[in-house]
Nanobody
């Protein structure tokens, strides 16, 4: 049974920062590309960032490039999303995901006030 547990969400003012964490159980984490997605009310879930197994390669949505940084610690089975210069349009539920699998976390709410 694979479990993904996100944390670190909250309410922050525009221009502020948050760091999300996602802890994964099992060995699947160390063998797979990980991703962060988000879903705002009334909108489809969208890809925010991905990171390869080694962490050497990352990919970002255009809307977050230069502001968000994805990283991982395979020894801790954890993937992070550092979010800086937050904007109200970043408000969403953020999910971590094991790419090419059915494994998703429960999500953590990020709310950015203007």
């Amino acid at each position: 049974q694979v479990q993904l547990v996100e944390s670190g969400g909250g309410l922050v003012q525009a221009g502020g920062s948050l760091r999300l964490s996602c802890v994964a159980s099992g060995t699947i984490f160390r063998l797979n590309v990980m991703g962060w997605y988000r879903q705002a009310p009334g909108k489809q879930r969208e890809l925010v960032a991905t990171i390869t197994v080694s962490g050497a390669s990352t990919n970002y949505a255009d809307s977050v490039k230069g502001r968000f940084t994805v990283s991982r610690d395979n020894a801790k089975n954890t993937v992070y999303l550092q979010m800086n210069s937050l904007k109200p349009e970043d408000t969403a539920v953020y999910y971590c995901h094991v790419l090419f699998s059915d494994y998703w976390g429960q999500g953590t709410q990020v709310t950015v006030s203007s």
